[in-house]
Nanobody, 121 residues
């Protein structure tokens, strides 16, 4: 199971840190990703990290502003979001994949429940 938290309301230019807590003993075997879905839009890739944390990947829209990281000892993955923009407003989901990583939703086997991020202008 995956449980995302840390969302909230923030002004443009501000920061938020999302967390995703995973249950189970094999967390370190999974690639992890963050996706987001705005109202009326499809769920889109935000960032991903391989099982060891040695490689990270970002959507062009968040590159340089967001940072994904993980702590396998704590069964957790994080998304540090800086310089937030109103267009970052969405429900953010964490997901786990048995593949090293992926940009498409179908790559992921498990999903968290989502956490709302709202950026005001």
């Amino acid at each position: 199971q995956l449980r995302a938290s840390g969302g909230g309301l923030v002004q443009a230019g501000g920061s938020l840190r999302l967390s995703c807590a995973a249950s189970g003993r094999t967390f370190s075997s999974y690639g992890m990703g963050w996706f987001r879905q705005a109202p009326g839009k499809e769920r889109e890739f935000v960032a991903a990290i391989t099982w060891s944390g040695s490689s990270t990947y970002y959507a062009d829209s968040v590159k340089g502003r967001f940072t994904i990281s993980r702590d396998n000892a704590k069964n957790a993955v994080y998304l540090q979001m800086d310089s937030l923009k109103p267009e970052d407003t969405a429900v953010y989901y964490c997901a786990a994949t048995l593949s090293p990583w992926g940009r498409v939703t179908t790559t992921y086997n498990y999903w968290g429940q989502g956490t709302q991020v709202t950026v005001s202008s």
